[in-house]
């Protein structure tokens, strides 16, 4: 095997590994938390950390943006668009770290992929009074992609209340860092950051080689 060979096979099985660790403690921590705790329930790890069980229907953090269907499907197209593009970086043989960031973006929206695609299929409805259980397939409490996202981490660094004086919010509670997240949304937002800061000429790329695709194409037929 050359070498450049066998560092196309070595960046591929670093993708493929990372996806898979990823994925394993991001499920493992949502079905712990799904069978283990009642929905609401938190527990305290630190005054500023907390495992707190809640769900939702939409994307990272717990934002809901159109409809259950429509985030599923995109999460699908998504999904095969990433794979297929990391596929095109590791055989380019672009720098490692970007290969890296950019397969725990892909391990993050294949861990919430899973939820929406199974969780309302295999698991019974989770509420503030019991416990969720695994159920025959297909018998759980939703159809095939419109499962609930689980999310567990909460970290309320800073918890205080609005100045009186304030119009609008005044003396209303104000907590810093408030919304709960998953181990999914985490290698997301890290990956993307990281992207941004260290990545930015890759990611140039991207758009580049869109907008010149026509140009070449003309030059071809001319």
């Known amino acids: 095997m050359d070498v450049g060979k066998k560092t196309l096979w070595n960046s591929g ?3 493929v590994l990372i996806v898979l660790v990823v994925l394993a403690i991001d499920q493992i921590l949502k079905v712990w938390v799904k069978t283990h705790m009642s929905l609401h329930e938190s527990i305290e790890i630190a005054s500023w950390f907390k495992f ?49 960031l950019l397969s725990m973006i892909l391990a993050g929206a294949i861990g919430n992929l899973i939820d929406c695609m199974l969780y309302g299929l295999i698991f019974n409805v989770s509420t503030p009074y019991t416990v969720s259980e695994l159920v025959p397939f297909g018998e759980g409490y939703a159809p ?43 290698n997301v937002s890290v990956g993307v950051v990281l992207l941004l800061i260290f990545f930015r000429k890759e990611l140039s790329q991207i758009s580049f080689n869109i907008k010149q695709e026509p140009a070449e194409e003309d030059d071809e037929q001319a």
């Open 144 to 186: 095939f992609l419109m499962g609930r996202v689980v999310d567990m981490f909460y970290f309320p660094l800073i918890e205080t209340s609005w100045p009186t004086w304030m119009p609008f919010v005044g003396g209303q509670e104000f907590v810093f860092f408030s919304p709960i997240f998953n181990f999914a949304d985490a």
């Open 13 to 15: 099985w670093m993708a």
């Open 52 to 100: 707190t069980f809640v769900e939702n229907n939409g994307m990272a953090f717990g934002m809901e943006i159109g409809s259950k269907i429509f985030l599923s499907v995109f999460r699908v197209v998504a999904v095969v668009a990433l794979t297929y593009y990391i596929w095109l970086q590791i055989k380019e043989r672009a720098r490692g770290g970007y290969v890296v």
